[in-house]
T-cell receptor
Framework: DQQVKQNSPSLSVQEGRISILNCDYT??????FLWYKKYPAEGPTFLISISSIKDKNEDGRFTVFLNKSAKHLSLHIVPSQPGDSAVYFCAASVSGGSYIPTFGRGTSLIVHP | DAGVIQSPRHEVTEMGQEVTLRCKPI?????LFWYRQTMMRGLELLIY????????DSGMPEDRFSAKMPNASFSTLKIQPSEPRDSAVYFC??????????????FGQGTRLTVV
């Protein structure tokens, strides 16, 4: 059973607009959340994270929002650029445990020029 | 640092053959992970080592899969005998340690395995 769910396999956005990638989780023990970005033929690279003590974390064009009551997080990219086209993985871990990140299946983002 | 290094990048083998995937983690990292990526399951954890000791191997699909970490700078994932359903991209990742500030895992470029 998937503990981290990314229900949208793909997303298409126009350059300059906002991209919103969503992620849901089922394990209430998760308290640290991460987003990774993956280009073809490369390994995933860390993008941004958020601790459960916060509800928002911003880094340049990337912002992650966390709604603990809904067990939902989202990644906002503003403005979207063609170079953002990649697969985005949501991951979650338990800080008091082994910190092993559990990943979702990923969402493929395509940003059109 | 060169990052996490995996070899080979691509492997094509016949069903029934033994396959060995190799990984060199980032120097100084205490945790090492092996993940498998498939279309159906996404990135699934196979095994996790901490300080060279296997901590969680519950993700290893079956006895055909085995992993070792003889020292802090080297790990192998072996499949014997290999089957077509093992075809996937296998990633090795390492992270600095067991604290909330060091949760980010650094991934290698992966090994694309095709079993025919």
């Amino acid at each position: 059973d998937q503990q981290v769910k990314q229900n949208s396999p793909s997303l298409s956005v126009q350059e300059g607009r906002i991209s919103i990638l969503n992620c849901d989780y089922t394990n209430s023990m998760f308290d640290y959340f991460l987003w990774y970005k993956k280009y073809p033929a490369e390994g995933p690279t860390f993008l941004i994270s958020i601790s459960s003590i916060k509800d928002k974390n911003e880094d340049g064009r990337f912002t992650v929002f966390l709604n603990k009551s809904a067990k939902h997080l989202s990644l906002h990219i503003v403005p979207s650029q063609p170079g953002d086209s990649a697969v985005y993985f949501c991951a979650a871990s338990v800080s008091g445990g082994s910190y092993i990140p559990t990943f979702g299946r990923g969402t493929s983002l395509i940003v059109h020029p | 640092d060169a990052g996490v290094i995996q070899s080979p990048r691509h492997e094509v083998t016949e069903m029934g053959q033994e396959v060995t995937l190799r990984c060199k983690p980032i120097s100084g990292h205490n945790s090492l992970f092996w993940y498998r990526q498939t279309m159906m399951r996404g990135l699934e954890l196979l095994i996790y080592f901490n300080n060279n000791v296997p901590i969680d191997d519950s993700g290893m699909p079956e006895d055909r899969f085995s992993a070792k970490m003889p020292n802090a700078s080297f790990s192998t994932l072996k499949i014997q005998p290999s089957e077509p359903r093992d075809s996937a991209v296998y990633f090795c990742a390492s992270s600095p340690g067991r604290s909330i500030q060091n949760t980010e895992a650094f991934f290698g470029q992966g090994t694309r395995l095709t079993v025919v």
